[in-house]
């Protein structure tokens, strides 16, 4: 099984730059462009939070159109730049979000790998949280899954990245989180976007991993600096997760843009490393 995921597009209404300087539609359609190129194409796609950058129902309108092109099925969910009711009527008809209740979280079934779907959104806040009404119904869904393998996604991260100024906006309750997950070794990867970094963890008996945007980046900053709080037009990428049962889940990054290459491995004649020097005999 081949897995697609893409977070943080951002998309805004025509003509419209978010942060000013970043054309998020543009570099969207990029990545799905992308994405319709690759062989063997993914099995499902993924999308992990921030589909939008206001939550407009115009902007999803928008999203629908960009993801036309796809052929594999789509899986979204909120991040904080969403609205739960827009999202939900932008993405009702195909078939697979709840049609009541306060959150977004979501199964599904019919693959190899079981697909399980968190809404970590508050309302009007950046950060996120698995209160205990959300982590009791990811223990359910955990339960109910059995000793299939198991890929998590949500937006917000529930663990650090030493970001500082991201971490403060991170998913609250991680901890909680991590003791429920470790009781599921079948769990492959927690996914998650809004860092706009590409990060790894070993966390809570499985991996933890961030995938950039296929829009703009986070600055990278480790210092925690006050004026980190910036972005930077790094190279959008998403990732492609591929899963066998001999191997589990194997997780690539993928570059969206046009680059030299591919070209073969072809060295100089006199290229040093094919020059032997005797080693000296000893005596």
């Known amino acids: 099984m081949?897995?697609?995921?893409?977070?943080?597009?951002?998309?805004?209404?025509?003509?419209?730059?978010?942060?000013?300087?970043?054309?998020?539609?543009?570099?969207?359609?990029?990545?799905?462009r992308a994405i319709c190129d690759l062989r063997p194409t993914p099995d499902v796609l993924l999308i992990s939070g921030d589909l939008t950058d206001c939550g407009l129902a115009e902007e999803y309108a928008l999203l629908r159109d960009i993801l036309a092109p796809l052929s594999m099925p789509v899986y979204v969910i909120p991040g904080n730049h969403d609205r739960r009711e827009p999202l939900r009527d932008a993405f009702f008809?195909?078939?697979?979000?709840?049609?009541?209740?306060?959150?977004?979280?979501?199964?599904?079934?019919?693959?190899?790998?079981?697909?399980?779907?968190?809404?970590?959104?508050v309302p009007g806040e950046?950060?996120?949280?698995?209160?205990?009404?959300?982590?009791?119904?990811?223990?359910?869904?955990?339960?109910?899954g059995g000793d299939k393998p198991t890929l998590i996604f949500m937006h917000h991260p529930p663990f650090p990245t030493g970001i500082v100024h991201m971490d403060a906006i991170g998913c609250r309750n991680g901890d909680k989180m991590a003791v429920l997950v470790s009781q599921y070794p079948n769990v492959e990867r927690v996914l998650a976007g809004h860092h706009h970094r590409p990060v790894q963890i070993r966390w809570g008996g499985t991996i933890g991993m961030i995938v950039p945007s296929p829009a703009h980046q986070v600055l990278l900053d480790l210092n925690g600096d006050e004026?980190?709080?910036?972005?930077?037009?790094?190279?959008?990428?998403?990732?492609?997760?591929q899963?066998?049962?001999?191997?589990?889940?194997?997780?690539?990054?993928v570059y969206v843009g046009e680059f030299d290459g591919p070209w073969p491995f072809a060295l100089d004649p006199d290229y040093p490393a094919f020059k032997c020097t005797p080693e000296p005999e000893v005596a």
């Open 2 to 32: 081949l897995i697609a995921q893409i977070t943080d597009l951002h998309v805004r209404p025509d003509g419209k730059k978010a942060y000013v300087h970043v054309d998020t539609n543009a570099m969207a359609k990029a990545c799905i």
């Open 126 to 144: 950046g950060h996120g949280e698995m209160d205990d009404e959300r982590l009791t119904w990811l223990e359910r869904a955990l339960d109910e």
């Open 93 to 121: 008809a195909d078939g697979y979000l709840p049609d009541n209740g306060p959150f977004l979280h979501y199964v599904v079934e019919d693959n190899p790998v079981r697909l399980i779907a968190l809404d970590t959104v």
């Open 243 to 253: 899963f066998a049962p001999e191997n589990g889940i194997i997780s690539h990054q």
């Open 227 to 241: 004026d980190a709080a910036r972005i930077k037009m790094e190279p959008p990428a998403f990732a492609l997760h």
